[in-house]
């Protein structure tokens, strides 16, 4: 798993190297944050046999810094951190083998997962202006967590801590005379049974915008799916679905 997300880094990291990708004409800093409000679904194991879990749904945090420059051929830089932490408690329909350790069917187990990471990531500003804004380029997800299963007198867990690569796009389409833009991001890919999938869509609202800041408040659903086969003999199958409300500033 490692070597394949290695190789398609490699081959997702050649678009840095258009020549033809344009650049911001002037220097700019976002910051922003994020809450995040999670429906939870599916399960994960220590082999391909899943177990499903019903799971809490939770309440997640994400900030980002993105820096964009006027410089040709060098990508804007964005990094951004998602906590996605979730937990649950059910009795087990059939046995349940994790890492070994095998939960009666019948018994009672507490879980976490915990798949906070972040974000890199390396795009270019194709259009911008302020009627239309695309962004393309790359991401390296780094996903550094943790699973776990607590049964009444046993405990197994395991960490993960890798690298997925995914194709970054952005798209911002402004309402002409009014301070409305609607936008959507996604972050994506698929490498045989591994697939890890990130959109998020909203709509935004500048109640602030001079020359010193400009302050953009957001609403919008974003949907994270991930797949996991063997990334350090962790296989997941996941969805974390639900609304979010952020706040953008721009200097």
């Known amino acids: 798993m490692k070597a394949q997300c290695l190789r398609a880094a490699a081959a997702l990291g050649c678009i840095l190297l258009a020549p ?12 922003g944050a994020q809450v995040w409000q999670t429906d939870v679904s599916g399960g994960f194991g220590s082999d391909a046999s899943l177990e499903n879990f019903h799971f809490d749904d ?18 804007n830089v964005k990094v951004r951190h998602n906590d996605l932490i979730t937990n649950g408690s059910q009795l087990l329909d059939q046995q349940f083998s994790f890492f070994g350790t095998d939960f009666a069917a019948n018994s009672r187990v507490n879980y976490t ?18 009627l239309l804004t695309f962004d393309l380029g790359v991401t390296a997800k780094r996903v ?10 046993t405990l197994q867990g395991t960490t993960t801590d890798g690298w997925v690569p995914t194709l970054y796009s952005q798209l911002r389409v402004g309402i002409p005379a009014t301070p409305i833009t609607f936008y959507g991001v996604a972050n994506a890919v698929s ?36 797949e996991l086969d063997d990334l350090d003999n962790v296989y997941t199958n996941l969805e974390y679905k639900g609304p979010y409300l952020g706040i953008e500033l721009h200097f």
């Open 20 to 31: 033809t990708a344009a650049a911001d004409t002037v220097f700019g800093v976002y910051a």
């Open 58 to 75: 939770e309440q997640q945090q994400s900030a980002y810094l993105a820096f964009e420059h006027p410089i040709p051929l060098f990508p």
């Open 113 to 130: 997962a915990d798949l906070s990471h972040t974000d890199y990531t390396f795009y270019y500003e194709l259009f911008d202006n302020d």
């Open 144 to 153: 550094d967590g943790s699973v776990e299963v607590r049964g009444e007198q």
């Open 191 to 226: 490498i045989e049974d591994s697939k890890l999938e990130d959109y998020e869509f909203g709509v935004e609202y500048r109640p602030v915008e001079n020359l010193a800041v400009d302050v953009n408040l957001q609403l919008g659903y974003r949907v994270f799916t991930i």
